[in-house]
């Protein structure tokens, strides 16, 4: 994606733009991102490489209006690109901001339920892998146990590390919805609860402000066994798509934290 390329497209996007810089941002490994400024305003253009994101860019247009994320300006779903309002900040530090979990609690709620995520369906995937077959006695047993749960379910980011929640001056902001879809809120949860390396106490707090911003309490069950056994999960799918694509430093770090947690099962 050159300069010339970048200016045609935004060119097709409004044509009174004036590009002042462009620049490629290294953060994402799914897809191609790129900070584009004009006079007045930031853009971010991204290039999605592995699937058209229907649902989560319909999805972001509901939740710009509530100041949750971005919105997107123009798509072109041909050539697999959109271009979003750009968000200025760093990535989140804490992630027990009661306006982040205000933020997530809407999210949740959001009326448009599609297919369920199949969590063991994206396990599958990586069946044959040496990682998956190590962790293979703790996967099936936080398997069975999340099946003996009822599920929690509600319209999810499933991609909710402390890198795609962005910070600043006005707020904590959410980005990247290539993999919304509904799924059972604990995997949202358990996201929040590795990435950000939350304690005993602190997903405690994290369950209980959490509960406590729903519009019904009594639909959500706060159970410390089951965000553990969901975030064994969504540890094994980290380590196992980091791996895929030889993040090895990333996989060292997400082992360690596993092994940690695994104890507690």
């Known amino acids: ?8 497209l935004f060119s097709a996007f409004n044509p009174q733009l004036v590009i002042t810089h462009s620049e490629r941002l290294h ?11 004009t ?6 253009l991204k290039v999605y490489r592995e699937h058209w994101p229907v649902i989560g860019l319909t999805a972001q247009l509901k939740f710009a209006e509530l100041s949750i994320c971005s919105r997107p300006l123009w798509t072109d779903q041909t050539q697999r690109i959109a271009i979003f309002e750009y968000i200025e ?18 999210l949740h709620q959001y009326s448009v339920l599609t297919e369920p995520m199949d969590i063991k369906h994206e396990l599958e995937y990586y069946l044959a892998t040496p990682i998956y077959q190590h962790y293979l006695s703790n ?12 599920v929690d379910l ?12 962005i910070e600043n001056e006005t707020g904590m902001y959410l980005i990247d919805f290539e993999y919304a879809k509904s799924n059972d809120v604990y995997f ?9 390396k939350l304690n005993e106490k602190q997903k405690i707090d994290l369950l209980t402000v959490y509960q406590n911003k729903r519009s019904n309490r009594a639909a959500f069950q706060h159970s410390m066994d089951k965000l553990v056994c969901f975030e064994v999960i969504f540890l094994v799918l980290c380590i196992c798509w980091y791996s895929a ?12 934290q596993l092994d940690n947690l695994i104890i507690k099962l």
């Open 89 to 106: 900040g760093a990535t989140a530090q804490s992630g027990l901001q009661p306006q982040l979990i205000s933020k997530l609690v809407h």
């Open 245 to 256: 694509r030889n993040v090895e430093d990333k996989v060292t770090t997400l082992r360690a």
């Open 154 to 165: 509600g319209f999810c980011h499933n991609d909710l590390v402390k890198e795609n929640i």
């Open 27 to 37: 953060s994402g490994l799914s897809n191609d991102n790129f900070l584009i400024r």
């Open 139 to 150: 996967i099936e047993h936080a398997l069975a146990r999340i099946n003996a749960f009822e």
């Open 188 to 196: 949202d949860l358990a996201a929040l609860a590795v990435s950000f």
């Open 1 to 8: 994606m050159n300069f010339d390329k970048i200016s045609a």
């Open 39 to 44: 006079s007045h305003h930031a853009y971010l």
